[in-house]
């Protein structure tokens, strides 16, 4: 038993069939795509919706003419990246009840599992910011200790999500779950940012001369990629583990808000 975890861990993790039972969710039930699809739209139309507020020309011709509007573009790119972190962070919240459900052979309720997340939205936020310096800063040193420290925190958003962990303790958990895992848990990693590199390349060979369709190709694939990446988590949290007793019963939760409404 993995006391951090809290769970009793089947080792013999099937990457295949984690990569293909995952992906066929999204297929058979695509309107869990919506939200990650929310969120690359606003990625490219961003700069229409949040230029207006900041004093940045349509056209710099040299350095010197850039320099003034250094401070504006500065803002810019800061506002710009917390609130796609923001978010991003809030759509990851709503995928471990989501397959909770799915897995139960229960209803899906994305209105439902959104009001479950605004429970958790600070802790989600606050723990994508810690991991992410983590991340960032072991990616500086070498590459290898950031993709290590991304796979002992692979598991950490199901961890808060599902059992109403803190930040440290669902990063504990995390941990201890993936370093029983480690090969597993970076290929299950992996696959899905090889397939938007490809998919990426090929679509900017062939459309290189169709912007339209290549920025259309993209804003899929980066859907479908990252919707992808957010489902294997709590996919492999609640097939390869033993759930304690004490879990959240989402499904209790869905209709206590329906009966508030």
Not at 12 to 20: A, G, Q
Not at 32 to 40: G, K, N, S
Not at 67 to 95: D, H
Not at 149 to 155: G, K, L, T
Request: contains cysteine; positive net charge.
């Amino acid at each position: 038993m993995n006391k951090n975890s809290g769970y009793k861990v089947n080792k013999h993790i099937n990457v295949r069939e984690v990569l293909e039972e995952t992906f066929r969710i999204m297929l058979h039930k695509p309107v869990i795509l919506l939200p990650m699809l929310i969120l690359w739209v606003f990625d490219r139309i961003s700069g229409s919706l949040l230029l207006p507020f900041f004093q940045i020309p349509d056209k710099i011709s040299s350095f010197e003419d850039l320099v003034p509007y250094l401070p504006s573009i500065l803002k810019y790119f800061i506002i710009y990246f917390c609130v796609i972190f923001i978010i991003y962070a809030f759509i990851e919240g709503i995928y471990p009840p989501l397959i909770k459900n799915m897995l139960e052979n229960k209803n899906i309720n994305m209105l439902t599992a959104t009001r479950f997340v605004f429970g958790r939205a600070l802790t989600l936020i606050a723990a994508g910011i810690l991991i992410g310096i983590i991340v960032f800063a072991g990616l500086l040193f070498f590459i290898i200790p950031g993709l290590i420290f991304a796979v002992w925190y692979f598991y950490a958003v199901p961890y808060i999500m599902l059992e109403n962990r803190g930040i440290l303790d669902a990063m504990r958990a995390s941990k201890a779950f993936s370093s029983d895992n480690k090969t597993v848990t970076f290929n299950l990693f992996s696959a899905p940012f090889l397939l938007i590199f490809i998919g990426g390349f090929i679509a900017d060979v062939f459309f290189i001369a169709i912007p339209d369709v290549r920025l259309i190709i993209n804003i899929i694939l980066n859907t479908v990629v990252y919707t992808w990446f957010s489902v294997i988590p709590p996919y492999v949290y609640l097939k390869y583990n033993k759930m304690k007793e004490d879990n959240i019963d989402f499904n209790n939760l869905r209709n206590r808000s329906a009966r508030d409404n």
